[in-house]
């Protein structure tokens, strides 16, 4: 079965500062990975995904994350935080073939940006 | 291209009732996926349908049910509401027509509150 785990449910960072979100996944085939981003009141927006392509993935709003087998990790980072990046964080991981469309979360990381 | 609409946003019911939740994915779109997002429990998947099909079920009671139409919009229905069904329920759409890799677009979701 797969599983995904966030460490720490909420990380405070100072503006500027290196944001970096922590997700360990387990899964006995090869996942495809995920972080996504919710605002209050809002809907999941795709940050950036892994498909078994480049393991460091470039995503929208300065944001990266890096695929590593060894450590069964995508640890999203950014090198300067911004006060808009305040949100709730979600890592998830999903299947190849028919088990696609079924996505399986972490319990998210609510970052919160100090001036 | 317009995004993953849900109707309504905002729904007041009390235990024991029956209640229908709405979901017209991204045009093009044939799969849609439905999860439940609560504090306690994060977010949870229920089921995915593509091309008028449930092809992923979560581990959910029989009270949780779905169906698509032809033109790919989606509907849940919950019958015999509980207070703990309280929760921000989630429509995701993906082309997904393999399954594995596709991005989920997520609606901005209907907050269900039982009392």
């Known amino acids: 079965a797969q599983s995904v785990t966030q460490l720490g449910s909420h990380v405070s960072v100072s503006e500027g500062a290196l944001v970096l979100l922590r997700c360990n996944y387990s899964?006995?085939?090869?996942?495809?990975l995920f972080w996504y981003v919710q605002y209050p009141n809002q809907g999941l927006q795709l940050l950036l995904k892994?498909?078994?392509?480049?393991?460091l993935v470039k995503g929208i709003n300065g944001f990266e994350a890096e695929f590593k087998k060894s450590e069964t990790s995508f640890h999203l980072t950014k090198p300067s935080a911004h006060m808009s990046d305040a949100a709730e964080y979600f890592c998830?991981?999903?299947?190849?073939?028919?088990?696609?469309?079924?996505?399986?979360f972490g319990q998210g990381t609510e970052l919160s940006v100090k001036p | 291209k317009a995004g993953v609409t849900q109707t309504p946003r905002y729904l007041i019911k009390t235990r024991g009732q029956q209640v229908t939740l709405s979901c017209s994915p991204i045009s093009g779109h044939r799969s849609v996926s439905w999860y439940q997002q609560t504090p306690g429990q994060g977010l949870q998947f229920l089921f995915e349908y593509f091309s008028e099909t449930q092809r992923n079920k979560g581990n959910f009671p029989g009270r949780f049910s779905g169906r698509q139409f032809s033109n790919s919009r989606s509907e849940m229905n919950v019958s015999t509401l509980e207070l703990g069904d309280s929760a921000l329920y989630l429509c995701?759409?993906?082309?997904?027509?393999?399954?594995?890799?596709?991005?989920?677009?997520f609606g901005p979701g209907t907050r269900l509150t039982v009392l």
């Open positions: 995701a759409s993906s082309l997904s027509s393999s399954g594995g890799g596709d991005t989920q677009y």
């Open positions: 899964s006995s085939v090869p996942p495809y």
């Open positions: 892994y498909t078994s392509a480049a393991t």
């Open positions: 998830a991981v999903s299947s190849p073939g028919g088990q696609g469309g079924k996505l399986i």
